[in-house]
C-alpha cells in the first residue's frame, strides 16, 4: 500500500513540474509576441549643438549644425532629425573657401539612401551668389540631384528675381538648375546668356 502511494506521490509531482514548465513557456512566448509589437522608432542618440561633418579623401565635403539631432539607428530605414532646424554647408574643390549652404526649420537625412530632405522656410546660397528661397527641398546624394515642387524665388547675382511657380531640379552643385512656370523682372543686358556652338 505504501508502494503505490509513494507512485501516486512522485506521478503528481512529475504532473505538476510539467503543468509549470508548460506554463512558464507559454507565459515566454506571449512576451516575445507582445515585444515583437512595442515600436522600435525612438531615437538612440540625442546630440545637442550637434555639428558633423562629411569628408572625401580628406577633403571637407560637407559640414552640418544643429541645435538638436536625433540618431534613429534601431530601425531598418535608419535616419536623423533636426527638428529645430539646421545648417549644411557644402564645398566645391574649386572653391574650397567659398561654400554654398542650406539652411531650413526642420531637417531629415536618410543615411542608407543618402537622401536629405528640408522643410520650413529654406534658403540655399549657392558658392556662386545665387539665393533660392522655398518651403521644402530634397536632395539626392546619390544622383546629385535638388528638387523641389514648391514655389522658388530665386534672386540673381545682379539682383534680378525670378518666382518659379512649379519648382525645380538643379545639380547639387548649382552648375545646372530647370525651373517651372517661371516669371518675374530680368535684366537681360546683365545676364549671361548661353550662345550656341555652330
Known amino acids: ?11 503528481i509531482a512529475y504532473l505538476f513540474s510539467c503543468a509549470i514548465f508548460f506554463v512558464l513557456i507559454s507565459c515566454e512566448e506571449d512576451l516575445t509576441k507582445k515585444n515583437e509589437n512595442l515600436s522600435k522608432n525612438f531615437p538612440s542618440q540625442i546630440i545637442k549643438n550637434a555639428k558633423i561633418i562629411q569628408r572625401d579623401s580628406g577633403f571637407v565635403k560637407l559640414r552640418a549644425t544643429a ?4 540618431k534613429y539607428e534601431l530601425i531598418d530605414s535608419q535616419y536623423t532629425v533636426a527638428r529645430k532646424g539646421m545648417k549644411i554647408e557644402f564645398f566645391d574643390k574649386k572653391k574650397p573657401k567659398n561654400p554654398g549652404n542650406i539652411t531650413a526649420k526642420y531637417a531629415k537625412i536618410y543615411d542608407y539612401k543618402q537622401f ?4 520650413g522656410n529654406v534658403k540655399i546660397l549657392t558658392s556662386d551668389g545665387q539665393r533660392f528661397a522655398t518651403q521644402s527641398v530634397f536632395w539626392d546624394q546619390r544622383k546629385k540631384r535638388i528638387y523641389t515642387r514648391d ?3 530665386a534672386t540673381m547675382e545682379d539682383g534680378s528675381t525670378l518666382v518659379h511657380a512649379n519648382g525645380m531640379t538643379a545639380k ?5 538648375y530647370t525651373f517651372y512656370n517661371n516669371s518675374g523682372d530680368l ?7 548661353a550662345e550656341s556652338k555652330r
Open 151 to 153: 514655389t522658388v524665388y
Open 187 to 193: 535684366d537681360i543686358s546683365k545676364t549671361k546668356i
Open 67 to 70: 541645435p538638436i539631432i536625433e
Open 116 to 119: 536629405f530632405e528640408a522643410r
Open 172 to 176: 547639387d552643385d548649382f552648375s545646372e
Open 1 to 11: 500500500m505504501s508502494l503505490i502511494s509513494n507512485i501516486s506521490y512522485k506521478n
